[in-house]
């Protein structure tokens, strides 16, 4: 903005010509130009900040787009100069706003001047009135699950929780109850506990009444709890925004939060204030406009009493709609639940190291959304600022955790996949005839690819890893089983000797090395499956190491692919508008088959028998240990990236063997073996979803961390053992 005003410009127009320059420099928003065509009284009178502020301030609440204008009568009184004329100011909320027998008056002073007023921006605008757009937004609409369950409530009853440590029987029984209560880990709860004294009652949790309900008679009993009289009570309600399940799908629903103080310009186009409650992420902030619907609008000129001058404009609104997911509200809950009380169980051991993880269920028939959940998650509530937590405090607590709470690990997040990738590999050589389904191929501890160009000496099996048997002759599907590593450097190998690219290309069309295409979640990670440079690098992708890279999602998207018979299907996760019986119920996506890449048949069903044997053949499978008292049968694969640090667990799998109806894939970062980690969570899973009696987590969790060994330190051992 200038210091001093612009020197007037002499203009010897006719009135009508000056005011059609002031009309083109206004729609173009150029004031210097405007003002330079005001009168010299005007000038004294609105300071050039003091005129730009006025017009940048009816902008701002008009939405200002463009003027255009059309000139009716001019009356001359002496050097005074009368111009009628009517405007149409164009707005992107209001639309044409008309602004008829508006009046100009004009002094020559050596050429015709505007005596300019702030009535010549809007009719009656003056120091006494103000510009308004009252809105009246309607109650927002809830989020359902695909069989019409609640997600997130408008009006819903909410739960805050408080303690006093000296009223419970034991600190750490509540401090177990509140973890399983809420999906936290137990240290994080004994570091809140530990900000305050015994006797202090302090703030713990919100949540809603499902889930209060599930837990109240073991908080009431480890954590004395319960309801009391008065404002001291450690059960206080309220009714606001609330969200089923403390967090079991944050990173999904989303959640709601005041109008950040940054994005306020670009709310206010959308008729909101500052201090209101919107959309902030996942379906919520994606689908604002269906969930809040758009109010009625008015732009209208009020007195400073209230009283409305004159009524410009309106804008017509849109009601409300519910949306309907294709999450299945208790798959999600029991997938987030285990995860959480997985890691919470084994502090002691991975539990207390691990950077978090995820686990993404699909329909292999559909590409539906079953449930996707991101561990560590936070409870929603803590935006909303009707909410008893400290935000501050929350938000600050959430940002400090290196495990990245407020990342979506199922979408946002790649990871080296280790043997699980082998799937691919599998898909890919089966289709290639770079191995015949029943040839046979030596597992041992030791391979060597001199032969084919490989720049490493020596490389190893995983058993080497765990002084277990060498696997010894093995078939297509059994090396798949048995994950047997060796096998697949030959396959990487061959593949790259008789074309470098195919591993790439058969990645690509598996769906690898892009974003799904799932929308209305935020950011999707692409991966990586690089181009191999040399023979070293394509043995190394072959097994999942390397130049690779994938998304919890893809795995799952590649688990349903081998289960329904070579079909890639488009993921998605909102399927209706409205909800299921009333008048606004309809259908905004629905299954859509992405690709079907040339895979043979053979190839499909090579994987589908490896992956089955994981689950199911004893000494050979990498699973079996985990389901073989199992009721049911799943088929799967292991998975153990190496790292820098601590590996990767993986598992994906699908479910039940025959006619499979889910595809799972699941990774714990920086944990231990995959058939250790999250094949147990996902046995867990089908444990509680199908009804059946639950199996223990492993022991071993509770006790203390051993370090897993790295290839190279393995083969270091055996070759010292060697000689």
Known sequence: MPSSAPAAAS????PAAVLSAFIEAWSGEDYEAMYALLAQRSRELYPLPRFIEQYTDAHSVVRFAGVRHTVGGLTHQGSTAILRYDIVIESPAFGEIADEERVMRLVNENGWKI????????????????LTVPADFPERANIYDRNGKLLAEEGGEVYSLYVVQQDMANVEDCLATLAAATLRQISDLRGLFANYLAETRFHVAEMGPARYGRYREALAADCAIARTEGLFSKVLT???????????????????????????????????????????????????????????????????????IRELAGAPGTAPSAITLTIDRDLQETVAQAMADAVSYAVPN?????????????????????????????????????????IGNAILRLDRDIRGPFTNKALAEQYTPGSVYKIVTTLAAASEGIWG???????????????????????????LLEDREATGPVTMPEALAASCNPFFYEMGALMYREDPMMQVRYAEMLGFGRPSGLAGLGIEAAGTVAPP????????????????????LQMAQLAALVANGGKLYQPYVVSHRGRAGEADFALLNEPTLREEPPLSQEALQVARDGMCMVTTVRDLGTAEFVFRSAPYQVCGKTGTAETAGNPHAWFVAFSPRENPEIAFAGVMAHSREGSEVVAPMIRRILDVYDGHPVEPFPEWWAEAYVPVKSQQQALAEYLAESN
């Open 350 to 390: 991975w539990g207390g190291i691990t950077g978090g993880g995820a686990i993404a269920a699909l329909n292999v028939n559909t590409g539906e959304v079953l449930a996707l959940a991101s561990y560590p998650s936070f409870d929603p509530h803590i935006f909303n600022p009707e909410t008893s937590y400290n």
């Open 533 to 552: 440079g040399e023979p070293a690098a394509a043995i190394n992708n072959a097994i999942g190491q390397g130049e690779v890279t994938v998304t919890v």
């Open 437 to 463: 389904r029943n040839e046979i191929f030596d597992c041992g501890y030791i391979w060597s690819g001199a032969e084919y160009g490989d720049s490493e000496r020596r490389r190893t099996d995983w058993r």
């Open 11 to 14: 203009t010897s127009g006719e």
């Open 238 to 308: 309220y009714n606001s925004r609330s969200y089923y399940g403390h967090g079991i799908a944050t990173h999904l629903v989303g959640y709601i939060g005041a109008v950040p103080a940054d994005e306020l310009e670009r709310w206010e186009a959308r008729g909101r204030s500052a201090g209101d409650l919107v959309g902030r992420a996942g379906i919520e902030a994606s689908y604002e406009d269906v969930l809040a619907g758009r109010p009625q609008r008015y732009l209208r000129l009020v007195e400073s009493g209230g009283r409305v």
């Open 115 to 130: 005596a300019w007023s702030s009535m010549d921006i809007f009719e009656g605008l003056s120091g006494r009135t103000r």
